[in-house]
């Protein structure tokens, strides 16, 4: 699994970033992920096609 390989490379890395497609990652997923990759040096996230959905970010960015 994708997870398993995260947690087999983090010794061999300094920073780990998750990768999120905007638009079609369901949060469920997210949250899942990173909770899998708790403990593990995760440095952040990378919003990947944020262009075409940027609309859509912005509003959900405001309900909080």
Avoid: W
């Avoid at 998750?18 to 949060?27: D, F, H, K, S, Y």
Wanted: aromatic letters at 4%.
């Amino acid at each position: 699994s994708q997870s398993y390989a995260a947690a087999y490379a983090a010794p061999l890395v300094d920073a780990l970033a998750l990768v999120i497609r905007a638009g079609e990652t369901p949060t469920s997923l997210v949250t899942e992920a990173v909770e899998r990759l708790h403990g593990l040096p995760l440095r952040g996230a990378i919003l990947n096609g944020e262009g075409k959905h940027a609309g859509l970010l912005r509003r959900s960015h405001r309900k909080g």
